[in-house]
């Protein structure tokens, strides 16, 4: 299947996802998380459908969009790092394993691996501070993390 097939198919599957709800009204957080799940990230053109299905205006769609650090608007790798940089993260050294991470991916926050492999973000607060410094990686969740845990982590992605 050709990458323009595959987005057809995506663009498909979120119509037929947005048809589906009952209450189209204050619906856009729920679309937005689906369309985020089904392509990766949420493009222009992404938003644009999704406000033009929803009869809301596309700004409103990109407010919320870039207002919550969930949602993307360019692709990210298929590892997402995230380091918490909320203030009992930060205290408890947050700051030097996100400069480890960069460091040994060679990229910076925001960036992915020229491999498409890993992103690094940082988020304000995981709610987990009893776990600090806390890392996720896509669905799990990493605490009491060291700089010094950073490369045997990353082993476990590579594939």
């Not at 323009?4 to 209450?23: A, G, P, R, T």
């Not at 089904?38 to 870039?66: C, E, H, M, W």
């Not at 040994?104 to 304000?124: A, M």
Request: glycine fraction near 8%; hydrophobic fraction near 40%.
């Amino acid at each position: 299947m050709s990458c323009n097939s595959c987005e057809k198919q995506y663009f498909e599957e979120l119509e037929q996802f947005i048809d589906s709800l009952l209450d189209k009204n204050g619906a856009l957080i729920e679309v937005l998380h689906k369309a985020q799940n089904t392509f990766g990230y949420l493009s222009k053109d992404v938003q644009r459908f999704i406000a033009n299905k929803l009869s809301i205006p596309v700004s409103k769609v990109n407010g919320v969009v870039t207002f919550y650090s969930y949602f993307t608007e360019k692709p990210t790798g298929k590892y997402v790092i995230n380091i918490c940089m909320g203030t009992a993260c930060f205290v408890r050294g947050a700051g030097d394993v996100l400069a480890e991470f960069e460091k040994r991916l060679n990229i910076k926050v925001g960036e992915t691996t020229s491999d498409g492999k890993f992103t690094v973000q940082v988020l304000r607060c995981v709610g987990a501070c009893g776990l600090a410094p806390v890392v996720t990686i896509n669905d799990k969740v990493y605490g009491h993390f060291t700089k010094q845990m950073v490369d045997k982590v990353l082993a476990e992605y590579e594939e």
